[in-house]
């Protein structure tokens, strides 16, 4: 498995910015599909974004299309979620996960909890007025 540290969480008003980091280490973070959840109160865990191992291919849920951005940096293990235009449903806890080898077999795969193995600790993001 990788292990997974998210930080970048915070309070921010609607319509402000926020980047997340997560940054891995353990099993070789090139050969890991990456992808970003996140979990409201009250309500299930959600997909957000995925990027595929080389970062030429990425995946959105509808409702951040536009205005989140996944992107990746394999020299320094870290993953990151650009947040703009922010929105009160978009307050939530933030995890990031990584998918072994082969796991994201095509593309539906990306959007699925099974198909990562390992998960970060979150972190909270707050969208206020």
């Known amino acids: 498995q990788v292990q997974l540290v998210e930080s970048g969480g915070g309070l921010v008003q609607v319509g402000g910015s926020l980047r997340l980091s997560c940054a891995a280490s353990g099993r070789t973070f090139s050969n890991n599909a990456m992808g970003w959840f996140r979990q409201a109160p009250g309500k299930e865990r959600e997909f957000v974004a995925a990027?595929?191992?080389?970062?030429?291919?990425?995946y959105y849920a509808d409702s951040v299309k536009g205005r989140f951005t996944i992107s990746r940096d394999n020299a320094n293990n870290t993953v990151y979620l650009q947040m703009n235009s922010l929105k009160f449903e978009d307050t939530a806890v933030y995890y990031c996960?990584?998918?072994?080898?082969?796991?994201?077999?095509?593309?539906?795969?990306?959007?699925?909890?099974?198909?990562?193995?390992?998960w970060g600790q979150g972190t909270q993001v707050t969208v206020s007025s």
């Open positions: 990027i595929s191992w080389s970062g030429g291919r990425t």
């Open positions: 996960a990584a998918a072994p080898f082969g796991s994201a077999a095509n593309s539906a795969r990306y959007y699925l909890h099974s198909t990562y193995d390992s």
